[in-house]
């Protein structure tokens, strides 16, 4: 069992900032694909970015053109937590951000392939 936990999340301006956290427990957490997706009100959840380890290599996407260049995905494996650093912000960012963990092998962008969700934290950017 995984226990994801985030937060960061907030009512900001749009141009400014937040740091978004997700703390996961398991020991096998550098093992892991970490993503984080989104939803906004009205619409469906949509993957964001995720980040993995392969061959000894750390991987990161984002889902992406319109977040490129204004937000990261990093991970820390001594603190067993993932970060989105999102600059720039949008009020079209504006959502339920979700952290997910997926513990089986390989990776994916698709939500039905994770299997620890978050609880969710809201991103509100006002115009």
């Known amino acids: 069992q995984v226990q994801l936990v985030e937060s960061g999340g907030g009512l900001v301006q749009a141009g400014g900032s937040l740091r978004l956290s997700c703390a996961a427990s398991?020991?096998?957490?550098?093992?892991?694909?970490m993503g984080w997706f989104r939803q906004a009100p009205g619409k469906e959840r949509e993957f964001v970015a995720r980040?993995?380890?392969?061959?000894?290599?750390?991987?990161?996407?984002d889902a992406a053109d319109s977040v490129k260049g204004r937000f990261t995905m990093s991970r820390d494996n001594a603190k067993n937590t993932v970060y989105r650093q999102m600059n720039s912000l949008k009020p079209e960012d504006t959502a339920v951000y979700y952290c997910a963990a997926r513990v089986v092998g390989g990776t994916s962008s698709r939500a039905l392939d994770y299997d620890y969700w978050g609880q969710g934290t809201q991103v509100t950017v006002s115009s």
């Open positions: 980040v993995w380890r392969a061959r000894g290599i750390t991987y990161y996407t």
């Open positions: 398991g020991r096998a957490f550098s093992s892991y694909t």
